[in-house]
């Protein structure tokens, strides 16, 4: 299949750029500039889209809603329209901030959802403009992505490491960290299974695609300074603090855990335990640093 991405030098973007996959971005492909979404698709001719294009500054959202919405709703509703119209699939990246995280048990698709702020909230409507917008649409929610390259949790831990030797890290938060190569492994297979098998209509709708197990962030935290001990580098103390401890500007969920046996039972397909893709992430980035 010929596949575009949206998204740019994002990490599930880059991920999948680097398996070979076209990857559109900033300035050509612009969110904010609605007249390049048609002009990107009409010059690029896809047999299916993947975006991973999106606004992801959670705590910024709250004082930015026109743009979040601009990027996570009004943009994918667009290219949710362009695929509609020729006929194609659209695999849209979505997240667990759709969920306020108060239901004590891992989230299924069809559960009820309640985000907590802006960001959340302008995800949701992203995810329903594309259903709405494309009979041939895709969602895939996922949480705490990571990669080796971009701005996320291991990348900033890892720094300030080197800036001081004790760390306090939230501990009453739990989810799913998920690597990026990881989901674009997934988002590969599905688009191979659709070129190879055709269309079903049990491909539509949401889909649950993280990293197998949980943790929180300070557990989280603690296997990243377990990984780089391993490697003969001294680990900073981890303080487990409380989310009242470190307060936000918007609330997160208190446990975003995803059940992702849909994924499994339609496609055939789950994601790696985290422990193990952690391991070759913070294996990959201590490689770049000598």
């Known amino acids: 299949m010929s596949l575009l991405v949206t998204g740019g030098s994002g990490q599930v973007a880059r991920a999948l750029g680097a398996l070979?996959?076209?990857?559109v971005g900033r300035p050509d492909f612009d969110f904010d500039r609605p007249e390049t979404i048609a002009v990107v698709f009409a010059a690029e001719k896809p047999s299916l889209v993947v975006n991973a294009a999106a606004y992801t500054a959670v705590d910024a959202a709250e004082g930015d809603a026109e743009a979040a919405f601009r990027a996570n709703r009004d943009g994918p509703g667009e290219l949710a329209r362009l695929c509609a119209a020729a006929g194609i699939p659209l695999l849209h990246l979505s997240t667990d901030?759709?969920?306020?995280g108060s239901k004590g048990a891992p989230y299924v698709e069809d559960d009820p959802v309640a985000p907590l702020g802006v960001y959340g909230r302008s995800k949701l409507a992203g995810e329903q403009a594309v259903l709405s917008g494309c009979p041939r649409?895709?969602?895939?929610?996922?949480?705490?992505?990571y990669a080796a390259t971009g701005k996320n949790f291991v990348r900033t831990m890892l720094g300030a490491a080197t800036k001081t030797n004790r760390l306090r890290v939230v501990a009453d938060q739990r989810g799913c960290p998920t690597a990026a190569v990881d989901l674009a492994d997934v988002i590969l297979a599905i688009a191979g299974r659709i070129g190879r098998d055709g269309w079903r209509e049990d491909f539509a709708g949401v889909f649950h695609a993280a990293g197998t197990g949980a943790t929180t962030w300070h557990g989280f935290a603690q296997a990243i300074f377990a990984e780089t001990a391993a490697h003969g580098m001294a680990a900073?103390?981890?303080?487990?603090?409380?989310?009242?401890?470190?307060?936000?500007?918007?609330?997160?969920?208190?446990d975003s855990r995803l059940d992702c046996g849909k994924l499994a039972s339609v496609f055939d397909l789950s994601l790696p335990p985290w422990q193990e893709s952690l391991a070759r992430v913070v294996r990959e980035i201590l490689a770049q640093t000598r």
């Open 137 to 145: 649409a895709i969602i895939l929610r996922t949480s705490w992505v």
């Open 20 to 23: 070979g996959v076209r990857v």
């Open 236 to 254: 900073p103390v981890v303080e487990a603090i409380s989310t009242a401890d470190w307060p936000t500007p918007v609330r997160r969920p208190a």
């Open 97 to 100: 901030y759709v969920f306020d």
